[in-house]
């Protein structure tokens, strides 16, 4: 029977089997509060991320590393069949049990493993509780001659998900034989527990060791759940973060829930196929109680200009309005002398960014020209204005409207717009000046602004006036001979670079510029996942973004390609009538190929354009969701 939305997630042996491949595509769950579970899709933990339960302290904020496994074991007979996959300092790896796996999938959300040992074959099923930070996992026998006993060890740790923890005494453990609770922290729940108490040394993930960060942590085997289960029954384990809270719905019920919830979503966002329903449920991922928006996972919390570049394409194409409004009205009551606070991952607030604002002003107008909704446009105007205002009399970091209509900004060790990476303090891409992307956003906002202005009975001259001037001057200052300067009236004089942030001053609503001259000079960055960060041809160019922190900034946006580019690069084109077949094969295609079911942050900007960053970021799936309605639409 064809299952409604199925999508083709699903992997074989001749991946699973090999660790340098299968252990590439990872899978993420998410509980709705800023939690998750995440993993690869051979069970190997390559990443300090890696686990079955993440803990948002602090939702969505201060995320912890509770439950870091669960371990399958076979007992038939005189044989202990290990079937988890670990590996261990000096790159052994010990067990092996991805060389038993025969299949991996995500079925509506909805990881599931399955290995086969002779006659024997178990699946294991893994789903969270949407609103609560609580996992389960089902491990199934699907077929076996005669009853065997299922084993399940349980790793745990308590430790911030940025860090790693070694041994150091006896965690507090308190058991019994329904589980046990793990440091006051977090409570596990299963048939037949039996405690072991020792720790595991050495516990090794190799893709921080090739982000040149520490690698090595041990884990506590806190111990093992044991039932004899006969072909077609099952052994259920939860693990939630209230240790008072003794039960739970049961872990089948989890996983049922969820592929429930899964075409719920899809029908909510119209989803016209399976790949739309996939984005869709891609989406979902990352609004998060509040409601705000998880920028990235694993390890990104709520960023404004992220939530404000995704708003159209996780809350508008998904059918979400009403929590969208939500959002903008919080966003417009936290305005802080015209300007939304970047982010407040790093502990405390910081307002260091010249284009959040502008994202949200762009966000509240869709939301408003899409919805109809001139309640919310009358109650958040007030906000709106006082961001012009400010903008206007000038605000944090010399962000203000020049004598030319044009928004310039910049000051020394900063980088305020998108392009923000920075090594040892220094930014990489200042773009001191007069962003070309920030003033398209500014124009277009303008001219919607005096839209809403005009619905509300409220005075336009100001406004029309503000956007007249900055068009003006954007039309004489920014072309360049190969489409547009990057940024103009910089330190150094105009920059010349070729970058996609061109694409804003063609792609937006009341854009400056309607020329496909803009188009066709980013050519040169498209790549089949999105758009490099500069010209293949520029010195500073960087294939590859690879290495330490410090290469890997050096990097960011020095030709490292972004997805959520294509956004703008497919409504430049259609508004210009510059032909778009094809051009989202390759992203659609790489939602089987990394962060699986989702679109990365960044790739190489050389082929063949291997995924980088995170493996689950929001405005890729945003703009790429949006970007397949509007070719659908057009």
Not at 103 to 124: K, N, S, T
Not at 237 to 256: F, N
Not at 352 to 373: E, K, L, Q, S, Y
Not at 425 to 440: D, F, H, S, Y
């Amino acid at each position: 029977m064809t299952r409604p939305y199925a999508v083709e997630i699903a992997l074989g042996p001749q991946v699973l089997g090999s660790l340098d491949n299968g252990s590439q595509r990872e899978w993420l769950v998410t509980d709705g509060v800023g939690g998750f579970a995440m993993g690869t899709a051979t069970g190997l933990a390559t990443r300090r991320y890696h686990g079955l339960l993440v803990v948002a302290v602090d939702p969505p904020r201060r995320r912890q590393l509770a439950l870091a496994s669960l371990d399958p074991v076979l007992h038939v007979g005189d044989r202990r069949i290990e079937l988890a996959t670990h590996e261990w300092t000096g790159g052994v790896i010990a067990p092996a049990g991805h060389r038993y796996l025969v299949e991996f999938e995500i079925d509506r959300g909805v990881p599931r493993w399955r290995w086969q040992v002779g006659e024997i074959v178990l699946d294991a099923r893994l789903a969270m509780d949407h609103g609560t930070s609580l996992v389960g996992v089902v491990f199934t026998i699907v077929r076996c001659p005669e009853p065997v006993v299922l084993e399940v060890e349980a790793l745990c740790t308590w430790r911030d998900v940025h860090a790693e923890r070694t041994a150091s005494g006896s965690p507090h453990l308190e058991a019994d034989e329904a589980g046990f609770v793990f440091e006051d922290a977090f409570r596990v729940r299963g048939p037949s527990f039996s405690p072991t108490g020792e720790w595991y040394y050495g516990f090794t993930h190799r893709e921080e060791a090739a982000r040149g960060l520490n690698a090595v942590e041990d884990v506590f085997a806190a111990g093992s759940f044991r039932d004899e289960v006969v072909a077609g029954g099952s052994l259920e384990i939860e693990a939630w973060s209230d240790p008072s809270r003794i039960h739970a719905p049961g872990a089948q019920r989890l996983v049922d829930q969820t592929q429930a919830r899964f075409e719920t979503l899809a029908r909510r966002a119209g989803a016209a196929d399976a790949t739309d329903a996939q984005l869709a449920w891609a989406a979902d991922q990352f609004i998060v109680a509040g409601p705000t928006v998880v920028a990235g996972y694993p390890w990104f919390g709520d960023w404004s200009r992220d939530t404000m570049t995704s708003y159209e394409g996780l809350f508008l194409e998904t059918g979400r309005a009403d929590e969208g409004r939500a959002l903008l009205e919080a966003a417009a009551s936290s305005l802080s002398q015209g300007m939304l606070a970047n982010t407040a991952d790093v502990g405390g607030t910081e307002y260091n960014t010249v284009d959040a604002a502008p994202w949200f002003m762009h966000a509240a107008i869709r939301h408003i020209t899409r919805t109809g909704d001139f309640d919310l446009a009358d109650a958040i105007y007030p906000a709106l204005e006082s961001i012009v205002d400010h903008h206007l009399a000038g605000t944090r970091f010399g962000i203000r409207v020049d004598a030319d209509g044009l928004i310039t900004q910049g000051e020394p060790g900063w980088a305020l717009t998108w392009m923000d990476a920075r090594v040892d303090g220094l930014p990489i891409t200042p773009r001191w000046g007069k962003p070309v992307e920030v003033n398209a956003l500014w124009i277009s906002g303008m001219a919607g602004m005096a839209g809403l202005a005009s619905r509300l009975g409220r005075p336009t001259d100001r406004l029309l006036r503000l956007e007249s001037a900055a068009r003006s001057s954007f039309v004489e200052r920014f072309p360049s001979g190969i489409g547009l300067h990057d940024v103009v009236d910089a330190p150094q004089g105009d920059d010349v670079s070729v970058r996609p942030n061109q694409l804003l001053a063609v792609s937006l609503p009341n854009a400056p510029l309607c020329d496909s001259s803009v188009v066709r000079a980013c050519e040169p960055l498209l790549s089949p996942l999105g758009l490099r960060s500069l010209h293949p041809g520029d010195p500073a160019y960087i294939p590859r973004h690879r290495g330490d922190p410090a290469a890997r900034d050096a990097a960011y946006h020095q030709g490292t390609v972004w997805p959520w580019l294509i956004g703008p690069y497919v409504d430049a084109c259609l508004r210009t009538e510059v032909p778009v077949a094809g051009v989202l094969s390759g992203l659609e295609r790489h939602l089987g190929e990394w962060g699986l079911g989702s679109v990365s942050e960044t790739a190489d900007a050389a082929a063949p354009h291997s995924a980088t960053g995170c493996p689950f970021q929001a405005w890729s799936v945003a703009e790429v969701l949006r970007a397949r309605r509007r070719i659908a639409a057009a």
